[in-house]
């Protein structure tokens, strides 16, 4: 009797899966065996809200991976985390990954991205809801994640269950919005920053296309650095032509869609906000893009997210003043109908194209 019910408990979670609350203490209690103790009391809070809850529901079954702050790292982030339990929610969320990138995470320079489990809207504005995104990729010391301008490294690993965990050595900070992106030094991009905030919209006089861009829901900017636009001569030439600049600006921005570096290959097409074509290439220098065959611009730091997108900084203004614009509106409308369609990334993101050339 006794051995019957001790074989039927020992089967039950293998037949009808564990629960949820199996899989979280279990869960704590590794992390605080392999010394993460701090990351184990923040993720018992999961047990305490219905998010939590469901992330935790979530992170039981499929392949994930946990970007674990150490400690140390969690004693040096200026975080109080019993304070606010959705703040400690987010931040845990952001440090959970859709994947296990054990064979899948690309060598420097190239960047592997995964979508994450943080999606509070008042935090992320992609298309589609999607979540937000974590960027890394392998250098000679081992993994490291782009994250703020700096990068955080992984200093250890170890596995629960379906959890790849990888030790990291600081907390993961959430990408800001577009224009404090911009604005901050780090990226050089500060000019450009300015240009876009002093050229006003003309349906809305007191709307500036840094507000047009800073509040959209899924888009890329490709951002001439400081150097690309003071030896801009063009721009000069341009103003006050706001509707010249507009255009101008417009064919450094896809309207609608979130893409980022891995889908920058030869023969993936991508529209811009003004109705031109992206077109890349790779060489041994690295990757460059060009609107519609204008000039080559050097990518020369890609994947810098943002709660609404992401900015890659390029060497040179892009020169294409020109205009489409039913490519334009066509391309913003199956943006929106691709982004709700889409299923969320259990691998890789960005690999594959997540559009095309508007017809
Ligand atoms: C979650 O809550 C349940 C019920 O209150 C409790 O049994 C369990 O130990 C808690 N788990 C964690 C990880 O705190
Ligand atoms: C987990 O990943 C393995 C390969 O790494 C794959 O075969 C399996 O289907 C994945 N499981 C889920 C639930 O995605
Ligand atoms: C965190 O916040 C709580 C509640 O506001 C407070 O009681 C606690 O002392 C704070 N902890 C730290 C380390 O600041
Ligand atoms: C890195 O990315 C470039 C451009 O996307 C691609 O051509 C190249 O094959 C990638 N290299 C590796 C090692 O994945
Ligand atoms: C800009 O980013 C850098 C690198 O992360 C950081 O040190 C700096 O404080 C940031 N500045 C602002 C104003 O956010
Ligand atoms: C990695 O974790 C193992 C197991 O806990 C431990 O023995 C080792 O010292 C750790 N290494 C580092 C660099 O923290
Ligand atoms: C992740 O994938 C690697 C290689 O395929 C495998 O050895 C490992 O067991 C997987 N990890 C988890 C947690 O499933
Ligand atoms: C990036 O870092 C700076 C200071 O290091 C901080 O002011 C800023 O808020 C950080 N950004 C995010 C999204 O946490
Ligand atoms: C402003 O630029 C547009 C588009 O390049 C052009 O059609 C228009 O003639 C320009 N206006 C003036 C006043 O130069
Ligand atoms: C991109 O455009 C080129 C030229 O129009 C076309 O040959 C190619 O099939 C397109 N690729 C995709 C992925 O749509
Ligand atoms: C994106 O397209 C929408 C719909 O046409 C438009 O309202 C918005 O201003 C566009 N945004 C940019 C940055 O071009
Ligand atoms: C593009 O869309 C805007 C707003 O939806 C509309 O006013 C304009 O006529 C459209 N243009 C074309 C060429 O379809």
């Avoid at 993961?172 to 920053?193: E, F, H, R």
Wanted: proline content about 4%; overall charge negative; charged content about 5%.
């Amino acid at each position: 009797m006794l051995f019957t019910s001790l074989v039927l408990l020992t089967l039950l979670p293998a037949v009808f899966g564990q629960s949820w609350q199996q899989y979280l203490n279990g869960l704590v209690q590794a992390l605080n065996t392999y010394g993460l103790t701090t990351l184990a009391s923040a993720s018992a809070a999961l047990n305490s809200s219905s998010i939590g809850q469901q992330v935790a529901q979530s992170l039981s079954t499929g392949n994930w991976t946990l970007f674990a702050p150490s400690n140390q790292a969690f004693s040096s982030a200026p975080i109080n985390l019993t304070s606010d339990p959705t703040s400690v929610l987010n931040l845990l969320s952001y440090h959970i990954v859709h994947g296990n990138f054990t064979e899948q995470t690309s060598p420097y320079p190239n960047i592997t991205l995964g979508r994450t489990l943080l999606n509070d809207s008042s935090l992320v504005q992609l298309e589609g809801n999607k979540s937000q995104v974590l960027a890394w990729s392998n250098g000679s010391d081992g993994i490291f994640v782009l994250n703020n301008g700096t990068t955080v490294s992984v200093v250890n690993k170890t596995v629960y269950q379906n959890l790849q965990v990888l030790v990291i050595d600081s907390v993961l900070k959430i990408p800001q919005n577009l224009s404090d992106t911009l604005s901050n030094s780090t990226y050089d991009v500060t000019t450009l920053a300015g240009a876009l905030s002093s050229i006003n919209v003309p349906t809305n006089d007191s709307t500036t296309l840094l507000n047009v861009l800073n509040n959209a829901s899924g888009i890329t900017l490709f951002a001439p650095n400081n150097s690309a636009i003071a030896t801009a001569s063009c721009i000069g030439g341009l103003l006050p032509n706001t509707t010249a600049l507009i255009a101008l600006f417009g064919n450094h921005v896809i309207n609608g869609t979130t893409v980022y570096s891995p889908a920058f290959t030869n023969g993936n097409n991508y529209t811009s906000a003004s109705g031109e074509p992206f077109v890349f290439k790779t060489n041994s220098s690295g990757v460059y893009v060009s609107s519609a065959g204008s000039n080559w611009a050097h990518i020369m730091r890609s994947d810098v997210l943002t709660s609404n997108g992401v900015v890659h900084v390029i060497d040179s203004v892009l020169l294409d003043k020109k205009v489409n614009t039913s490519a334009a509106n066509s391309t913003y409308q199956s943006a929106t109908s691709v982004a709700a369609s889409m299923t969320i990334e259990t691998g890789p993101v960005g690999v594959a194209p997540t559009t095309s050339t508007g017809h």
